[in-house]
């Protein structure tokens, strides 16, 4: 059986927003170490990416630019994404922004 959460709603029936968590002061390594490598994730792979298929040695060269640029796009779609289910991310609490 699945159970529905119930939703408060306002006076007008619209449902209401949840209270946001006060930010914390202090230092917060995990959540630093998180953003840091997740940031230097996507730079590594989404900078290799852009290398290999724009630059002029590229064996891609031969293809129109436009799949060029899907395929780097692609790629930093796909750090990003992969990025953000990982561990690190979770210890953040979610909240990384690589890309």
């Given at each position: 059986?699945?159970?529905?959460?119930?939703?408060?709603?306002?006076?007008?029936?619209?449902?209401?927003?949840?209270?946001?968590?006060?930010?914390?002061?202090?230092?917060?390594?995990?959540?630093?170490?998180?953003?840091?490598v997740g940031t230097l994730a996507v730079l590594?792979?989404?900078?290799?990416?852009?290398?290999?298929?724009?630059g002029p040695a590229s064996p891609l060269r031969g293809l129109p630019t436009s799949p060029r640029l899907l395929l780097t796009g692609l790629v930093f779609a796909a750090t990003g994404s992969l990025f953000a289910l990982t561990p690190p991310v979770a210890a953040a609490g979610r909240t990384s922004t690589p890309s």
């Open positions: 059986m699945i159970r529905r959460r119930r939703v408060e709603r306002r006076s007008d029936g619209s449902p209401a927003a949840r209270p946001e968590t006060p930010a914390q002061s202090g230092v917060h390594p995990a959540e630093w170490s998180a953003e840091f590594l792979v989404g900078l290799s990416a852009v290398c290999f298929d724009l």
